[in-house]
């Protein structure tokens, strides 16, 4: 067990909707990232929270977006799904800076219908 | 943005054989490398790591090598059994300003341990 913890783990929804997946990192972790792991495109990095701010960007789509909030835990709205949005979302933290070994969380399936 | 290979993508090996796999990166100002095990239905864990002021570490059955020259770094496991039959992914960190960080992965390898 990561100490990294995600929900839902499973979520089946149609195309057009909107979803939020939730993590809560390890304790003391300010720093917290969000994957997207598909069969054909391997874990891709979305973005990077620090302490409530943004601090790095990866491939995330417009229609993505994250927020951290004052308790540090953080949030993934994934809206306006198509089927290809279907994926393994992972969440991971680490305590501070870069170079820092992050943890990953168990994932969230999301199957777009 | 930094570029991460990993080889083989599939290797497969007998109990008790060792089990090598190959990654490049393509940032020299990358300094960090870890490698995560991801089992089936699971998150990725980190199972070892290596900082670029360091050439070799080894923890038990599993040693991480890395050559900056070059550009490489690979994961050797010995004595191989079968619950090390998993995912494996290298990855590389580019991030260096402030408190910025990311990890770029290679694309996994399935290690298959065969009895």
Partial sequence: DSGVTQT?????????????????????????????QSLDQGLQFLIQYYNGEERAKGNILERFSAQQFPDLHSELNLSSLELGDSALYFCASSPWVVGDTIYFGEGSWLTVV | GENVEQHPSTLSVQEGDSAVIK???????????????????????????????????????????????????SLHITETQPEDSAVYFCAASSGNTGTASKLTFGTGTRLQVTL
């Fill in chain 1, 8 to 36: 839902p783990k499973h979520l089946i929804t149609a195309t057009g909707q909107r979803v939020t997946l939730r993590c809560s990192p390890r304790s003391g972790d300010l720093s917290v990232y969000w994957y997207q």
């Fill in chain 2, 23 to 73: 990654c490049t990166y393509s940032d020299s100002a990358s300094n960090y490398f870890p490698w995560y095990k991801q089992e089936l239905g699971k998150g990725p864990q980190l199972i070892i790591d290596i900082r670029s002021n360091v050439g070799e570490k080894k923890d038990q059955r599993i040693a991480v090598t890395l050559n900056k020259t070059a550009k490489h770094f």
